[in-house]
């Protein structure tokens, strides 16, 4: 039975007029296109590309089948946008709550590959510098779906997105700044970029410190997720920070703590999610 992959198959060949080129342009091996042409010839009562030393070109029947296959391949291009369309994912909005430092580290390639796949399908972002008020404002409705830590007994949808890292930054010329790892309680005696009481990773370093056995003490507070490496390297002290959120040029020093300290992170809906928040969250994940 002829099949739409093999229509492309046809056409892409007699479009560069190579094999080889044809492979290359549809990401199959040479074998596996030669295979299927070989079944759609089987199919079609005979040989539809001729073979020459430099090239391939359609034969009589192959001319024949061409503009049919064109037609089909269109119709099934149109089929799709339509089932798209009718989805919601070929225009619209999609609305998604989220902390300040996921803005930063998760969603940059995320919403990359996003406009990629559904370039007409806008973003809007409400971001929020705590976990409390993340679930909040998607309880009160603010937005399609959330992106962030777990919430603590969320009635709606949960779905799992990973975990991510966190490390330890410091001036290149800090005495701490020697290695790959440390372990926080090296640190117990230092004063830390810390974070303002409402920002989620205030609890975040806390937590770190209280399971090392000590209270960090305070060099300076930010509300600014992406100011806390930028003190670090200052040298105003280490900051606990996710490792996303580190240009690759940064010119600090990053350890890996020991432990590792790592974040879990999940999508969540308020109820079963609509096609663009469940494109999106398997996108994501």
Known sequence: MTTLRQLEYLVTVVDTGSFTKAAEQLHVTQPALS???RALERSAGGPLLERLPRNVRPTATGRAMIPHARAA???????HCAARQAAGLEVGELQIATLYSIT??????????????????????FEHRHTDELVEAMSAGQADLAIGP?????????HSLGSEDFVVVVAAD???????TVGLTDLA?????????????SDVLDLACA???FEPRIAVRTEQTAAAPALAAAGLGP???????????????????????????????RGTPDALAAAFIKLVS
């Open 189 to 201: 005696d230092r004063s830390w970029v810390h974070y303002a009481p409402s920002h989620g990773l």
């Open 150 to 158: 777990e919430p603590i007994d969320w009635p709606g949808e949960l």
């Open 174 to 180: 800090d005495p701490a700044a020697v290695g790959d």
């Open 211 to 213: 399971q090392a056995g």
């Open 73 to 79: 391949l269109a119709d099934a291009y149109r089929a």
């Open 104 to 125: 930063l580290g998760v969603l940059p390639a995320a919403l990359r590959r996003w406009r990629q796949a559904y370039p007409g399908v806008g973003i809007r972002l």
């Open 35 to 37: 295979h299927q042409i």
């Open 239 to 269: 900051a606990l920070v996710p490792q996303n959120i580190l240009p690759a040029s940064y010119d600090g020093h990053i350890l890996r703590p020991e432990p590792p300290i790592t974040r879990g992170l999940t999508a969540y809906t």
